[in-house]
């Protein structure tokens, strides 16, 4: 593989490898997804929602993309019906004002079978040993779990992960997180307990903006983050209160604030999370 993205923090690669994803970058992909006419080829059977494969063009463009129906998701126990493509648009949302480039474009839509999540198809490496790669220390997957912290990924298993022909490694199937219980059950669990990193510190505090509802910072938190070092490289800041906006009616209230909650607690302790042992730490199948 190429060499990894350092950290969560934003870097110089596009948010979107044209490699990975049909020769699309980003804008392009997310028009595609936006306008383009879906026609179904095929359906992924190891999904555990109906989970379409499917051929989108516009204007002379063509690409591929996985479309999950809102109407073919199963019912849970502890997500309430019909809610996982929100969670999934929301996931891109948050990747997105990371900077990381974690999840591929993903849209809400209506599609064939109906309102859905519609997310770019990503072409994987199939040299690559996804066992080896979860035991690895590779700094992508560090970023990938410090996200899967922030949106409270209840089932981050090593075939959620797609290493790219690029190099960079892709996180997929987010409908069960955002709950407003802690539910974090991943693979990724290398960097437990271990101290986060000025940078990674600097992109919660830019999310924790992002997320606020006035655009301020919370009272008492300026003082105790003067000291997180300035990132020149970094592009600008999510406007203040965007992502909060953006996340209004794919997620409720109750679970805005618990993300706000998870940001601040990750800010206060900074650490990675250790887990809890109330919840099974490792999702099952792993694979």
């Not at 879906?38 to 989108?56: K, P």
């Not at 009272?219 to 020149?232: E, F, H, M, T, V």
Request: a negative charge; charged letters at 25%; proline letters at 9%.
């Amino acid at each position: 593989m190429s060499e990894s993205v350092s950290g969560i923090a934003p870097d110089e690669r596009p948010p979107l490898e044209p490699t990975d994803a049909g020769g699309l970058d980003a804008a392009g992909a997310l028009a595609l997804l936006c306008a383009g006419a879906i026609t179904v080829t095929g359906r992924l059977v190891d999904a555990s929602n109906a989970t379409l494969y499917c051929e989108i063009s516009h204007d002379g463009v063509v690409g591929h993309c996985v479309y999950k129906p809102v109407r073919g998701e199963r019912a849970l126990w502890d997500f309430p019906d019909g809610t996982l493509a929100g969670r999934e648009q929301a996931a891109y949302l948050v990747s997105e004002a990371t900077g990381a480039g974690i999840v591929p474009p993903t849209v809400l839509r209506d599609g064939p079978f109906g309102a859905g999540m519609v997310q770019l198809w990503i072409d994987t490496d199939e040299t690559v040993d996804l066992v080896a790669l979860t035991r690895s220390d590779d700094p992508q997957l560090r970023a990938i779990a410090l996200f899967d912290a922030v949106v409270n990924n209840a089932d981050r298993k090593g075939s959620h992960l797609l290493p790219g022909p690029s190099g960079r490694i892709y996180g997929i199937d987010h409908g069960v997180t955002f709950h407003a219980e802690n539910k974090l059950r991943t693979l990724l669990w290398t960097w437990r307990g271990q101290r986060l990193r000025a940078d990674e510190l600097e992109l919660l505090t830019r999310l924790r903006v992002a997320l606020s509802a006035s655009g301020a910072e919370p009272p008492g938190q300026r003082r105790r983050d003067n000291d997180l070092p300035a990132s020149p490289e970094a592009p600008e800041a999510e406007p203040p209160g965007r992502l909060a906006t953006a996340l209004v009616g794919l997620l409720t209230q109750t679970e805005i604030e618990s993300l706000r909650a998870r940001i601040e607690r990750l800010l206060t302790e900074r650490r990675f999370p250790v887990p809890s042992g109330d919840w099974p730490p490792i999702p099952w199948p792993p694979f």
